[in-house]
């Protein structure tokens, strides 16, 4: 864990999970720190579940960053107002339909947290792919089906529809 008192020495990037041991932490973002420091980055895991004191550490290390990035987790509405406020930048990182209940039927209070996390966001990574999938999918141009080539990420607004 990065000394939060330390100077900076680099971009600080600061991902928040439900928790270190989940799989999808290790996933996405874990398995790249070393990357990251490689490249310069301070990369910082701060778990989002566990009460006010978790809460409020992860508030505070999300005023540090400068870039925040969530993984898989939503948050009711006066939460995210708070982090939106504290983060430089917010992204949001999802590969589920974490909108949904775990048995794949409709959540309201999902959809609203996922909607309004969409919203306070600015910027959304979303990818799901089996992992048996993994080594065998390439990435090819939709124009040309051509494999050479360069992956640009953008921003995009998801609009979401209420439903009855």
């Known amino acids: 864990m990065a000394d939060p008192i330390a100077p900076r020495t680099g971009r600080r990037l600061l991902f928040v999970s439900k928790g270190g041991d989940s799989s999808s ?7 790249y720190f070393p990357l990251w420091q490689a490249a310069g980055f301070e990369p910082l895991h701060v778990t989002a ?4 004191r978790a809460t409020l550490d992860m508030l505070r290390q999300a005023s540090r960053a400068d870039v925040v990035v969530v993984l898989r987790k939503t948050f009711a509405r ?4 708070l982090l939106r406020r504290a983060a430089r930048r917010l992204v949001f990182d ?8 775990t048995d794949g039927t409709s959540s309201r209070t999902r959809m609203a947290r996922f909607a309004a996390m969409a919203r306070a966001c600015d ?3 979303a990818r799901h792919m089996p992992m048996r999938d993994l080594g065998r999918v390439k990435v090819a141009c939709p124009a040309c089906g051509s494999t050479k080539v360069e992956r640009v990420f953008t921003p995009f607004y ?3 529809i209420r439903k009855s």
């Open 25 to 31: 932490t290790r996933y996405r973002a874990l398995q």
């Open 49 to 52: 579940s566990g009460g006010s």
């Open 78 to 81: 006066p939460l995210l107002w």
């Open 94 to 101: 999802f590969d589920d339909a974490v909108f949904c209940n």
């Open 123 to 125: 910027h959304i990574f």
């Open 158 to 160: 998801a609009k979401t």
